[in-house]
């Protein structure tokens, strides 16, 4: 029973990191009919801002004080952990829109394969970039939070960083829930991912609204990597393409284009994943968890949550 | 319009490929120019390494080492009178690169022997290479058996998993007083593979239980799940063993699901990144290696102070030592046989006997391999420290 809980505690943390990478994909499937591929590299990024953020304190303009002392975030504290998980959600929001603005815009109006390949183009360049601008070996991460251990009745633990993640992640969620349906640009949002033409017809600026919304994707990107990094602290720039390519599953299975499908879906991964690990058949866990999708996929082909369009004619 | 619009793309990329090719051609040129005018005075020493990647650390230490120890052959007057020339390079630890730049090193920069890797997965893939084009090819410290008897051309300067299997099984019955296991190996690197294999035959035979045995995969970041399968089965000690990238996480997640007992590995452990990844996590945490800078050996403390003089006073781990000892080991092949034919060269390299080495004298074996002993060590206040010695 102990190992139970244990593997549920597990299983939701890293269910609720995909479910921020899922959110991303989904989104911007919703919008605009394709896969972001290069949303995986954001992810990455955000982890990296977030390292460079946490070892401030070894900064040379830091140890010279030659910045005043208020201005140094702060590492091992919650304070200072908020602070780099927001700087890191709007250096990713701003490279999501960059990235819309320079690949995916000029190619509005081509088919969707033609962005689909710009997307691998510029996820392969970002990697690449990485591994020039980062350095290619693997980094042993800050700690921006204060880690702990909260020993629970029943053998059962639960480290801080887990906590945070979870925090964070359901935060993060109610917020974009908010957004997307109360706020104007949010309904703008909708209705552009129910009929683009429709959307422009009534007023509403569709570059604006597919910016914001690349830019809201890669926030919560940049938030799932620092909580990636925090939970296994060794980022290199390939660190995203497999956690990347779970939350796309994650998204497809809950039925890409549906906001709650992705959460769910991610959960449902998360908690697959962490229990085939646990088990005798450790060393099939990718393909027990791909088998489900595809299982999944044959029963309900729009995802457990989607709705399944019919072409008009 | 349109027309004129492609005929100009068309021109344009012409004229690229134009301009693509004629620098290749000049490229190959100039190497193969270099080429002559520098095989005259110079014996030309491959080697391949993961410079960067995430084996990094073993690729830098025992390039360090070996780039040492041709330095200091070189300022000694070099070996049959000719200065050894030093060609890296670098596998960036993914599998498939090194059998490339190994067949790069051996057929456009002509060496005569290759030295390589640290990891046992990559010699591997090397291996066949220099046996087929029969260049002698000396692993620093490639520990699986199977990296030598890929042929008659590939050795070793370091001790093999069987004996450090052995060796660890000896560890954590008699120091760890353990009786039952858990392990969690990597299927993805025959490193681990075989030291798993290696290391349970001897434990289970001398009366020792494994209790769980959970499976990860290189890459992998998230070990809580197989780990949290291991707390309930309740064993004595963890064997994890990986390389370091891996070991460091596992460490510090097995301390966070509130695990408490031992953990101990090989030498795939020895990085000062275990110590960046997982800090304190690493109290109470062992591994088995090929030497220790706290040796007090002459020969040792004379390589410590040379290696600490030229890298800006880094201590050498087993892999700077072991990289050094490979070179040295090619060196005085070379210099006994008189000669750099790939032949004579390998018997010389075969014959190796008694040569005091920093990681212990070394004779080479039928198979190809040394018979060593090996240090067992922990990590106290957040560095490495020397436990004991044991040997075959």
Known sequence: MTEFLQQLVNGLSLGAIYALIALGYTMVYGVLRFINFAHMEVFMVGAFVGYYLGRMPEWGIVRHHWIPAW?????ESIWGGTIIILIAMIACGVLGVLIEKLAYRPLRNRSTLTVLITAIGVSLLLQNLGQIVFGPDPKAYPQVFPESNIS????????????????????????????????????????????????SLVGINNDFVISFTFALGSALAA?????????????????????????????????????????????ILGLVETFVRGSHWSTYTDAIVFSILILILLFRPAGLLGKLETEKV | MVKVNNDMKNWRGQFLLAAILSCLVWVSGCGQGGQSGAAADTIKVGEYASLHGS??????????????????????????????????????SKPGESATIVKKLITRDHVIAVLGEVASGRSLEAAPICQEDK???????????????????????????????????????????????????????????????????????????????????????????????????????????????????????????????PLFGGDGWEAPELIQTAGKALEGTYYSTHYSPENTSPIVQEFVKKFQARFDGETPDAMAALGYD????????????????????????????????????????????????????????GKFKYVETISP
């Open chain 2, 326 to 381: 490979s070179a040295m080991v090619l060196a005085d092949a070379i210099e006994r046989a008189g000669t750099t034919d790939s032949a004579k060269l390998r018997d010389a390299i075969a014959a190796t006997k008694d040569l005091q080495c920093v990681t212990g004298k070394l004779t080479l074996d039928a198979d190809r391999n040394p018979t060593k002993s090996a240090v067992i060590v922990t990590v106290k206040d």
């Open chain 2, 135 to 261: 260049i002698p090819m000396i692993s620093p410290s490639s520990t699986n058996p199977k990296v030598t008897q890929t042929g008659d051309y590939i050795f070793r300067v370091c001790f093999t998993d069987p004996f450090q299997g052995k060796l660890l099984a000896q560890f954590a019955r008699k120091t760890l007083k353990a009786n039952k296991i858990a392990i969690l190996s990597d299927v993805a690197a025959p490193y681990s593979v075989g030291l798993t294999k290696y290391f349970r035959e001897p434990f289970v035979a001398d009366g020792g239980q494994i209790v769980a045995e959970q499976k990860y995969s290189s890459h992998d970041k998230d070990f809580k799940a197989q780990l949290t399968a291991i707390k309930a089965a309740n064993p004595d000690a963890i064997f994890v063993p990986g390389y370091y990238t891996e070991a460091g996480l596992i460490v510090l997640q097995a301390r966070q699901l509130g695990i408490t007992i």
């Open chain 1, 152 to 199: 629970l009745p029943d053998n059962l633990t639960i480290s801080s960083s887990q906590i945070v993640v979870l925090c964070v992640t359901i935060l993060l969620l109610w917020g974009l829930h908010y957004i997307v349906s109360k706020t104007r640009i949010g309904i703008a949002m909708r209705a552009l991912s129910f009929n683009p033409t429709a959307a």
């Open chain 1, 223 to 267: 938030a799932g990597g620092i909580l990636y990094a925090l939970n296994y602290p060794s980022i290199d720039p390939l660190m995203g393409t497999l956690p990347g390519l779970k939350a796309f599953v994650a998204a497809v299975l809950g039925g890409i284009g549906d906001l709650p499908g992705a959460a769910l879906g991610s959960l």
């Open chain 1, 71 to 75: 201005l140094v975030i702060p590492s």
């Open chain 2, 55 to 92: 084996e990094a650390a073993f690729g830098q230490s025992s390039h360090k080492g070996t780039l040492l120890a041709v330095e200091q052959i070189n300022a000694n007057g070099g070996v049959l009178g000719k200065k050894i020339d030093l060609i890296t390079e670098d596998n960036q």
